[in-house]
Antibody
Framework: QVQLRESGPGLVKPSETLSLACAVS????????WTWIRQPPGKGLEWIGY???????TYNPSLKSRVSISIDTSNNQFFLKLKSVTAADTAVYFC??????????????????WGQGTLVTVSP | QSVLTQPPSASGTPGQRVTISCSGS????????VYWYQQLPGTAPQVLIY???QRPSGVPDRFSGSKSGTSASLAISGLRSEDEADYYC????????????FGGGTKLTVL
């Protein structure tokens, strides 16, 4: 079955760039959209953005100026970069596959499966 | 504040039926599908209901989803202890160039 695993530094200093990778196994990354979602400690979920294997991206407008999602089809992984981080960016970051098809409108898509998540703390 | 509004908590006893509401607007729930995710303690969310009322294979038929206007509901019948989790609704929101939005989550306690 499809599995995703996030990796990256657990601690990032304020004003620096948060960088995470998501390794996909059990499926080719060239078959779907892939997404990042975060969850601040004790709070709800926030969608960050997603990417298609072609490199086409869609970002949450609230984060668009600071976020970049890229993909490496050769190694079946995709990446998240979030620049100029503050304490408000402290969260568990999840990667997930976008289900529902690639030729359907966004409303018809959902997120499944998810990786286990990785906690990133922004602190001096 | 989350774009979609859910009650912060809900509870029930084993065997009971509980419902969790999710309220939005015409830019999200009113004109788009609703999704429900279950997050068991210490784990990642997993999809419970997709496209308003569809269950992925493996999800018991005790779980059902419905939508009316700008609101949606998740119903859980025959409540079991293992249903104790956080539940999130989600929908595409067509405003602000488009984005996925979630509810703040409802913590379900099985008494």
């Amino acid at each position: 079955q499809v599995q995703l695993r996030e990796s990256g530094p657990g601690l990032v200093k304020p004003s620096e760039t948060l960088s995470l990778a998501c390794a996909v196994s059990g499926a080719s990354i060239s078959t779907s959209y892939w997404t990042w979602i975060r969850q601040p400690p004790g709070k709800g979920l926030e969608w960050i953005g997603y990417i298609y294997y072609s490199g086409s991206t869609t970002y949450n407008p609230s984060l668009k100026s600071r976020v970049s999602i890229s993909i490496d089809t050769s190694n079946n992984q995709f990446f998240l970069k979030l620049k100029s981080v503050t304490a408000a960016d402290t969260a568990v970051y999840f990667c997930a596959r976008v289900e529902g098809g690639v030729a359907v409108p966004e409303t018809a898509r959902w997120f499944d499966p998810w990786g286990q998540g990785t906690l990133v703390t922004v602190s001096p | 504040q989350s774009v979609l509004t859910q009650p912060p908590s809900a509870s029930g006893t084993p065997g009971q039926r509980v419902t969790i509401s999710c309220s939005g607007s015409t830019s999200n729930i009113g004109n788009n599908y609703v999704y429900w995710y279950q997050q068991l303690p210490g784990t990642a969310p997993q999809v419970l209901i997709y496209r308003n009322n569809q269950r992925p294979s493996g999800v018991p038929d005790r779980f059902s989803g419905s939508k009316s206007g700008t609101s949606a509901s998740l119903a859980i019948s025959g409540l079991r202890s293992e249903d104790e989790a956080d539940y999130y609704c989600a929908a595409w929101d067509g405003s602000l160039s488009g984005r996925w939005v979630f509810g703040g989550g409802t913590k379900l306690t099985v008494l």
